[in-house]
């Protein structure tokens, strides 16, 4: 188990910032992390668990303690009659998995093509996409307590999942080793919900299209976005969504519907765009951050917007957190001042606060 010391964490992230590790550990197996974090948490040095590296921002000062990057591999398929059941070690890339699962003709997790990082992190944020997210076809998250000093199985009632959170987010207790995840064994897709996939398909909303049908057009709406990792295409160096879509009252969108229209220099009928979430609307973020003056595209120095989507904040090269987080700053104060709503973070920060 060899430790690597004074360790760039840049080039371990998609957006490429970030300063060194102290301490810094590649883990192949589940007893090398447990081994690594029981010594650390016995002289009391902090510990950064890193999967992908595509839902981060570390601190230009870097991590002074030690980073264990996960990279736990091993996929095992169990079959019955109605459902097949597959653990996933926690390194393995989510997009890879997914894509395996299109092949294999198992339905359920199709709508998270090409999302990138790593399987163990997508419950973390209960990651989602196109209608979709992990929570609907996890059956259970394998995890080291570090307080009870245990492996223990964490089944998905227990992960207290909502939009992009879950009990495992901002919570160090809990090191995922793997997830358990529950497929069906079919060659047509989970009914399409989501308009934009409905309209690159060509069918109606709740049609059952073949999965890789679906999986081919999720990837060119991702690669559309700027939200599929390639190293040649600076407008994918990111993390993806920086923003989550707000979610806000039946009564609050009618307050800002109204201001919207009294706003228009001509007279219009278009509606503020949003989702119906229960008893709440969820509205689009990147709407908001355009109509508060932040075009795609828009550069502030080495960083700035994606020319593909005003969601996804891009580091261009020679960029530093610190500019990221004053742009990001920026933009949520202004989205606060025009709008009223306050636009939350979705990546984890380390070292650094929004």
């Not at 994918?236 to 806000?248: A, E, H, L």
């Not at 519907?257 to 229960?278: A, M, V, W």
């Not at 609307?281 to 932040?294: M, N, V, Y």
Request: glycine share 8%; hydrophobic share 40%.
């Amino acid at each position: 188990m060899p430790i690597a010391f004074d360790v760039p964490l840049a080039p371990l992230t998609t957006l490429k910032l970030g300063g060194r590790a102290l301490k810094f550990l590649s883990a192949q197996t589940e007893n090398d992390i447990i081994e690594s974090i029981n010594n650390s948490d016995a002289i009391g040095e902090p510990v950064l668990i890193l999967g992908g590296g595509s839902n981060v921002v570390i601190s230009d000062n870097g991590f002074s303690g030690l980073v264990i990057r996960n990279c736990l591999q091993g996929i095992t398929t169990y079959s019955s009659s109605e459902e097949t059941q597959v653990y996933v070690a926690a390194g393995e890339s989510l997009a890879d998995f997914v894509a395996q699962m299109v092949d294999a003709s198992l339905s359920g997790i199709e709508m998270l093509s090409g999302i990138p990082g790593t399987v163990g992190a997508a419950p973390v944020q209960n990651v989602g996409a196109y209608g979709s997210d992990i929570s609907q076809v996890l059956q259970d998250v394998r995890v080291y307590d570090r307080k009870q000093k245990q492996i223990k199985t964490i089944n998905v009632a227990e992960c207290d999942f909502n939009y992009r959170n879950s009990i495992f987010r901002n919570n160090s207790r809990y090191i995922i080793l793997g997830v358990t995840v529950k497929l069906i064994k079919r060659n047509y897709a989970s009914p399409v919900c989501y308009k934009e996939l409905a309209q690159a398909l060509q069918i109606n909303i709740g049609s059952k299209p073949p999965l890789g049908q679906v999986h081919k057009a999720i990837l060119q709406l991702r690669r559309n976005k700027g939200m599929l990792l390639d190293t040649d295409d600076t407008e994918s160096c990111s993390v993806g969504s920086f923003f989550k879509n707000p979610m806000i009252t039946q009564q609050k969108f009618l307050l800002l519907q109204n201001q919207f229209l009294q706003s228009q220099k001509e007279k219009s009928e278009d509606s503020i765009p949003h989702f119906i979430d229960g008893d709440q609307l969820k509205i689009p973020a990147a709407w908001l951050i355009e109509q508060a003056g932040f075009h795609k595209g828009y550069q502030k120095g080495p960083v700035g917007i994606s020319r593909k989507h005003a969601l996804a904040l891009v580091n261009r090269g020679g960029g530093t957190t610190c500019e990221l987080i004053i742009l990001a700053r920026e933009i949520r104060d202004t989205v606060l001042d025009k709008f009223g709503i306050l636009l939350e973070a979705e990546p984890v920060f380390v070292g650094i606060t929004l």
